[in-house]
Every structure is written in C-alpha cells, then in structure tokens.
T-cell receptor
C-alpha cells in the first residue's frame, strides 16, 4: 500500500520568510495530493491540492509542486505570517483509495 | 447539512465499556471515512464507505472496532471493551465520491478512556 513520508517534523521561520515542506510517496498509482492545515484543537482543513497531470499550482501565498518521476511533492508558503502557524499534513491517494497522510509538520512563524 | 457533523464532541468512558461515535456527512456525499488522531500524531485511516459497496475495513486496528453506515448517510463507529490506548480524536470525513476531490472533515470526537 501507499506510504507517505513528510519532512521536516518541525519548522520555525521568521515572519516574512518562506517555508517549504516536503513529502514523498511510494505508490506510482497515486494521482491526487492534497495538503491540510490543522490549527490547535481544530479540524484539518484543505488548503491546496494537486493532481498528477499538473506539475505546479499556486493560490496566493501558497504553492504546491509535484515531481511524479521522483514521487515527491512540496508545499511552499511565501511571506509567512503568524496565522500560518499550524500543523500541515500532506496526503496521497489513487482513484479509489483512502488518503494516506504524512505525519505532519508543525510550522511556527516567529513575529 | 452544511458541514460534517460529529457527536459527541467529547466522551470520557471507563476502560472496558463500549462507545458509539456518530458522523453525519455532508448531504449527497457518497464517500465517508473514519480516521484516528492520537495526541500530536498524524491521521490513521480506519474505515471507508463508498455508496452501497462493501466497506474497506483494512485500517481497523482490532476486532473491537466496527462501523456501519445506514441508508448511505449517517455512520456509527463502535468501539467495544475500550482500552486506554483507544484514547484519541476520532475524525470523520466525507467527499462527493471517489476520485480527485478533497475531504471535508468533521470536528472530531475526543475519546478519553480512564
């Protein structure tokens, strides 16, 4: 089955700097890669996703890149703000399988 | 409803008791998932329902765990003879169907076994 590895487990950045979180997956059949943000005590919320027919997607300050050959995908957050502080989860799935999540990255943005 | 609704939001139970957790997905969403999140940990898949198909139970950790989905809508996750290691947040999610669409999660049920 699918296995998703996520790095780093914790990340601290200064406000205004960029943050990058990286994930690798094992199943070449996976074709959907969402990212979720979970604030303390809250539910995970979808912030951006990418499908395997696309290499990059941007939404304001966040972007995701996908390298299918290397089986890795990354989340990029630019101009970080204190409200970006949260735990971020990557995930992967194929057409008919449940999402398999990485173990999460705790991002702290220091004002 | 407008979102995925879970109840109760918190449950404290004694070791050895049975508990039932409820999930009401977004109306029209045919796919429903249960995940477990232990303190400070990631999301562990438990079970998946898709329409009228047989559920994917491959993530259930033991035979003390079971789930059903009645009428293709509301789902109940049952844990029998609870153990302390069952303490976690149980998250339910739904999406319109299979394929490349993200889940919408409920707020979860925080289960504490004492």
């Amino acid at each position: 089955g699918e296995n998703v590895e996520q790095h780093p487990s914790t990340l601290s950045v200064q406000e205004g700097d960029s943050a990058v979180i990286k994930c690798t997956y094992s199943d070449s059949a996976s074709n959907y890669f969402p990212w979720y943000k979970q604030e303390l005590g809250k539910r995970p919320q979808l912030i951006i996703d990418i499908r395997s027919n696309v290499g990059e997607k941007k939404d304001q300050r966040i972007a995701v890149t996908l390298n299918k050959t290397a089986k890795h995908f990354s989340l990029h957050i630019t101009e970080t703000q204190p409200e970006d502080s949260a735990v971020y989860f990557c995930a992967a799935s194929s057409q008919d399988t449940p999402l398999v999540f990485g173990k999460g990255t705790r991002l702290s943005v220091i004002a | 409803g407008a979102g995925v609704s879970q109840s109760p939001s918190n449950k404290v139970t004694e070791k050895g008791k049975d508990v039932e957790l409820r999930c009401d997905p977004i109306s029209g969403h045919t796919a429903l998932y249960w995940y477990r999140q232990s303190l400070g940990q990631g999301l562990e898949f438990l079970i998946y329902f898709q329409g009228n198909s047989a559920p994917d139970k491959s993530g259930l950790p033991s035979d003390r765990f079971s789930a059903e989905r009645t009428g293709g809508s509301v789902s109940t996750l049952t844990i029998q003879r609870t153990q302390q290691e069952d303490s976690a947040v149980y998250l339910c999610a739904s999406r319109p169907g299979t394929g490349t669409v993200g889940y919408t999660f409920g707020s979860g049920t925080r289960l504490t076994v004492v």
